[in-house]
């Protein structure tokens, strides 16, 4: 598969990058690591004539705590997410989902602002950075906006950005104290495959461990775009830990998504499976266990 | 810098650094299975992680430190992982072999001890048709037990 011809741009700063996306509009893309940009170029199914690598901006790329926030560079890759140490308690569930995406090779070259700004319903980083709670800063010529990350996905493939800025970094709040999380990637497969549901949670109970604290549900691949399952969240908060309350949640988060049938699943089988996922993920995270699911 | 040697070349944006490898420098052991980053057969190591050749833009390589199966070998001397590999009976046709010894040499020297879940965890950008991946988890299982 043959690329078609582009000129490659490489901006020293933002300044010059934001140059050339003024001169350059829609007809330039920027790319970091390509695993998704390739593709689709090499398919056909976007033809930039412009592209401009943002992997020079290597200020965009690390992992940086800062008082109780952790700052994530958009061009950090997701093997640098899986191998940081700073990636510890509640902020360990992203490190634990991207270990779901491809394989290592793609891992090496992919990263977080790729994902996030391709804007798959099924991007494994959105449900954990959505029960994170995440905001992304979209940098333009103007300035910097912070976005919540619930807001910056508008449809598959469709972001927030404006054609004239940049996802510079994700910032993450420090999580609930004492946070249990989970994030479960149903595939056809055992690897290298995009999810058919994906779900994470992330939850809190009490010290006596009798009821539920504070809980967040990200659903992934079963709508338009990656979704926080706020009905599940409620049915589960302040409820008595136990079957019943978990069953109402997953019934509660089958009935919030909508999925679609497409070459990999049909709707039903994925709300059903929502139901399956959600009640799993909500056990592991208590430490029950589950039957091995998914990728 | 392409096995230890630098280059200079003049490629046109659009090029991968596989097509590249594969015609300007005649480095033929990297192959295209899909071109799409799914089968691993294009696997090289840049700054010693593997990546897929087919989705790295020949200029995106620029600068960076390129190993492909051709510079494991030195003098003739085939590299310990190649050894295992024969030894083991780990190469059928050989399309994804050199892909495979990229991906176990990255994991050798990361954990140079892997468990058998590591090591398959390892190979998942790997695809191989002919061996069932059986013989070759046991060629990279027999370079950890002897301590590599």
């Known amino acids: 598969m043959r690329l078609k011809p582009f000129e490659f741009l490489n901006p020293s700063s933002l300044d010059d990058l934001f140059k050339f996306l003024d001169r350059y509009g829609r007809e330039a893309k920027c790319i970091a690591g390509g695993t998704d940009l390739l593709v689709q170029m090499k398919q056909r199914q976007i033809l930039p004539k412009h592209l401009i690598n943002l992997l020079p901006l290597s200020g965009l790329r690390g992992i940086e705590k800062e008082g109780e926030v952790l700052r994530i560079g958009a061009l950090t890759t997701h093997a640098d997410l899986e191998r940081s140490s700073k990636l510890e308690k509640g902020w360990k569930l992203l490190a634990l989902a991207v270990h779901k995406i491809g394989s290592p090779q793609i891992r090496h070259l992919g990263t977080i602002?790729?994902?996030?700004?391709?804007?798959?319903?099924?991007?494994?980083?959105?449900?954990?950075?959505?029960?994170?709670?995440?905001?992304?800063?979209?940098?333009?010529?103007?300035?910097?906006?912070?976005?919540?990350?619930?807001?910056?996905?508008?449809?598959?493939?469709?972001?927030?950005?404006?054609?004239?800025?940049?996802?510079?970094?994700?910032?993450?709040?420090?999580?609930?104290?004492?946070?249990?999380?989970?994030?479960?990637?149903?595939?056809?497969?055992?690897?290298?495959?995009?999810?058919?549901?994906?779900?994470?949670?992330?939850?809190?109970?009490?010290?006596?461990?009798?009821?539920?604290?504070?809980?967040?549900?990200?659903?992934?691949?079963?709508?338009?775009?990656?979704?926080?399952?706020?009905?599940?969240?409620?049915?589960?908060?302040?409820?008595?830990?136990?079957?019943e309350a978990v069953q109402g949640a997953a019934e509660m988060a089958a009935k919030e998504c909508h999925p679609i049938t497409d070459l990999r699943a049909s709707a039903e089988y994925r709300r059903e499976m929502v139901k399956v996922l959600v009640e799993r993920a909500i056990k592991q995270s208590l430490g029950i266990s589950i039957p091995p699911t998914g990728i | 810098m392409v096995n230890g040697e630098p280059f200079e070349?003049?490629?046109?944006?659009?090029?991968?650094?596989?097509?590249?490898?594969?015609?300007?420098?005649?480095?033929?052991?990297?192959?295209?299975?899909?071109?799409?980053?799914?089968?691993?057969?294009?696997?090289?190591?840049?700054?010693?992680?593997?990546?897929?050749?087919?989705?790295?833009?020949?200029?995106?390589?620029?600068?960076?430190?390129?190993?492909?199966?051709?510079?494991?070998?030195?003098?003739?001397?085939?590299?310990?992982?190649?050894?295992?590999?024969?030894?083991?009976?780990?190469?059928?046709?050989?399309?994804?072999?050199?892909?495979?010894?990229?991906?176990?040499?990255?994991?050798?020297?990361?954990?140079?001890?892997?468990?058998?879940?590591?090591?398959?965890?390892?190979?998942?950008g790997n695809f191989c048709r002919c061996t069932g991946y059986q013989k070759i988890v046991e060629a990279i299982l027999s370079l950890a037990k002897s301590g590599h």
Not at chain 1, 136 to 141: A, D, K, Q
Not at chain 2, 9 to 23: D, G, I, K, S
Not at chain 2, 64 to 85: M, N, Y
């Open chain 2, 9 to 124: 070349l003049e490629v046109e944006a659009h090029r991968t650094l596989l097509e590249v490898l594969r015609n300007e420098l005649e480095l033929r052991g990297a192959k295209e299975g899909c071109g799409a980053g799914e089968c691993g057969a294009c696997t090289v190591l840049l700054n010693d992680e593997p990546v897929n050749a087919c989705l790295v833009l020949a200029l995106q390589a620029d600068g960076k430190r390129i190993t492909t199966i051709e510079g494991l070998s030195r003098e003739g001397e085939l590299h310990p992982i190649q050894e295992a590999f024969i030894r083991h009976g780990a190469i059928q046709c050989g399309f994804c072999t050199p892909g495979m010894i990229l991906s176990a040499k990255a994991l050798l020297e990361r954990t140079p001890n892997p468990t058998e879940r590591e090591v398959r965890e390892s190979l998942v």
């Open chain 1, 113 to 243: 602002g790729g994902n996030l700004c391709n804007a798959s319903p099924s991007a494994d980083t959105a449900p954990p950075l959505l029960v994170l709670e995440a905001d992304v800063c979209l940098s333009g010529p103007g300035g910097v906006r912070r976005v919540p990350l619930e807001a910056f996905f508008k449809g598959p493939g469709q972001t927030e950005l404006r054609e004239d800025e940049v996802l510079k970094e994700v910032i993450l709040p420090k999580p609930p104290e004492g946070g249990l999380f989970t994030y479960l990637k149903l595939g056809r497969r055992k690897s290298m495959d995009l999810a058919l549901v994906s779900v994470a949670v992330l939850l809190t109970v009490d010290h006596k461990r009798e009821t539920f604290g504070q809980v967040r549900i990200a659903l992934g691949s079963v709508a338009p775009t990656p979704i926080r399952a706020k009905g599940a969240e409620k049915r589960l908060e302040g409820s008595l830990l136990g079957d």
